[in-house]
């Protein structure tokens, strides 16, 4: 049986970053990677909008606040350094509702607290930036320096760096079984012995904790972000990011314009319940027993009606139709036919950790120790942007 001073299930983002962070503090270490598709970026980590956040949405004090900036930084001079595509293209958020005066200040306090560059402009400079764009009050915030990447991109140079510092990375792998006493893994791939392990394993991150006795207060409720494209014949013109201002009561940031590397524009992700962790297409990756208890957390979300849910998954069901998505749209740029979305495959699911004793969406990341491991419960949105900072901190909870 092989012995690794670190074992890290799951090679996302969360799970290379982690890797680079421990071999950058212990080069001689042995650090093993399990990963149980055949190539990094299937999920979360190759799926995302691609937009390095800038940290203005989050509570001063939260993880997310803590890790946004700076891990956005790091991940830019990363992607300088490495010469991967990077576009500095800045984003505007926009009021959609006559009531969201107070919320944008409250944006524009959290943005200046959490030490990202931010503008309140009005509808003039609006206009400038972006033509097609309104705001209902006259009044947006102008984030200049929202960056968008690669994601796929960058997690395949990462893993392949890691591969040549010596770090194995065994794909088609997945846990059976955990024997935590033994510190020992089986896998289908045999058995391996762990010093320290880190889960890192997104979607799965619960069920890995689980075994642990890690995070039984927790569930992982999977939502479906599907996109449109924009149709290159509409008269809608978008420069650079146009966001709406989100509901802060959920974790979502709410439909929105993303302009990708190569100049295409996407607009989504919705928040649709999925059926199985990887419900991505159609009936692929329905699991019905994980189904059915989706749906009757989901049920209980909406009878409990915490964060105001029950409001939420009226607006975010409908989005299904693609009448009412276009309406999302049309609340940042009005001039936005139905004709002008293409049907796209660009679909990602968020491992969105659900609270059972509090019945609510957990906000912040969360991270927790079991013996001899460190479990990365919900790295949800902007773990990508965060990933170089908040692999520093998940390294550090590492007990000696
Ligand atoms: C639609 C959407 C849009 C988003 N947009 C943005 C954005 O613009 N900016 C941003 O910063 N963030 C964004 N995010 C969030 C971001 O994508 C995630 O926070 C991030 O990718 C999480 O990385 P991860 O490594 O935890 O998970 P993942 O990328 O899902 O990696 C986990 C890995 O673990 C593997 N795994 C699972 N179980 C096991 C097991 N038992 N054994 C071995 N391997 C296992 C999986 O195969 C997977 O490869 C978005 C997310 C979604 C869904």
């Not at 009531?99 to 990202?116: C, D, K, S, T, W």
């Not at 740029?333 to 139905?338: A, E, I, R």
């Amino acid at each position: 049986m092989k012995y690794y001073d670190y074992v890290i299930v799951g090679a996302g983002i969360v799970g290379l970053t982690i890797a680079r962070e421990l071999f950058s503090r212990e080069p001689e270490a042995k650090i093993l990677m399990l990963e149980k598709e055949l190539e990094v970026g299937r999920h979360g980590s190759g799926r995302n909008s691609g937009v390095l956040h800038s940290g203005i949405y989050y509570p001063e004090g939260s993880l997310k606040a803590r890790m946004c900036a700076s891990g956005a930084k790091l991940m830019a001079d990363y992607c300088d350094a490495n010469k991967l595509p990077i576009v500095r293209l800045g984003k505007v958020i926009l009021p959609v509702r006559d009531n969201h005066g107070p919320q944008l200040e409250l944006l524009f306090q959290r943005a200046v607290a959490n030490g990202a560059k931010v503008e309140i402009i009005d509808q003039r400079q609006l206009h400038e930036l972006e033509p097609s764009a309104r705001s209902v009050i006259g009044k947006a915030l102008y984030v200049p320096e929202t960056a968008v990447v690669d994601p796929g991109t960058i997690v395949k140079h990462i893993s392949s760096e890691l591969q040549n510092m010596g770090i194995d990375i065994v794909f088609d792998t997945q846990i059976n079984d955990v024997d935590v006493e033994r510190a020992t893994l089986n896998t289908n791939h045999g058995e391996f012995r762990y010093g320290w392990l880190f889960n890192s394993a997104g979607q799965y991150a619960d069920k890995v904790a689980n075994a642990f006795d890690v995070g039984k207060c927790y569930t992982l409720l999977p939502f479906k972000g599907i996109y449109y494209r924009l149709s290159s014949a509409s008269k809608v013109v978008c420069n650079r990011l146009i966001y709406p201002l989100p509901d802060l009561n959920v974790p979502f940031l709410g439909v929105h314009y993303t302009k990708k590397i190569d100049g295409q524009v996407y607009l989504g992700p919705t928040a649709l319940p999925a059926l199985g962790r990887e419900h991505y297409q159609r009936l692929e990756g329905i699991n019905l027993v994980e189904g059915t208890s989706i749906l009757f957390r989901l049920g209980q979300q909406y009878f409990f009606n915490k964060q105001g849910f029950r409001e939420f998954s009226h607006i975010e069901a409908l989005r299904f139709f693609k009448s009412k998505f276009a309406e999302a749209g049309r609340l940042l740029t009005p001039g936005l036919s139905d004709e002008d979305l293409l049907p796209c495959n660009k679909v990602g699911i968020r491992a969105q950790l659900l609270d059972l004793k509090k019945h609510e969406l957990v906000m912040d990341f969360v991270v927790e120790n079991g013996e001899n491991s460190t479990h990365v419960l919900n790295a949800i949105s902007p773990a990508f942007t965060s990933s170089m900072s908040f692999a520093k901190y998940i390294v550090d909870q590492k007990v000696n």
